[in-house]
């Protein structure tokens, strides 16, 4: 299996509502290889503690509606 | 195929940047069978014109991460 890294994505969120909604989908893949997520609706940042590759929770995050853009992966 | 109706949804949507969100989220479905959007963020609405089941549409609106609710098909 792949190794856990933490994932950066740039998001455009506005209201806590918009990173709620963002926090709800990435949570709900906590079965499936998001072991942790941290959300800054001032930074507009998303981390992303995973194992699963940068395009999946690229594309999940893009389901929600938001820009979204990759950053880094450590 | 289905006749074109209008359904309802409440969603929960807090600023310009949610509604935003699920517009454009339906608005990729527009090559579907949705035909037309109209959202109220005051009024917490989502009026869907399309021939498209209720649960589909359900489905692409809790994608986006909000709290989403089928009120009525015309």
């Not at 299996?1 to 806590?16: H, Q």
Request: with cysteine; net charge neutral; hydrophobic share 35%.
């Amino acid at each position: 299996m792949s190794d856990i890294k933490v994932l950066e994505f740039k998001v455009t969120m506005t209201c806590e509502g918009c990173s709620g909604a963002v926090n709800k989908v990435l949570g709900k893949m906590k079965d499936k290889g998001v072991e942790d997520i941290e959300i800054s609706l001032k930074d507009q940042r998303v981390k992303v503690t995973t194992s699963l590759p940068p395009n999946e929770i690229l594309e999940a995050i893009k389901k929600t509606g938001k820009e979204v853009e990759f950053i880094s992966s450590n």
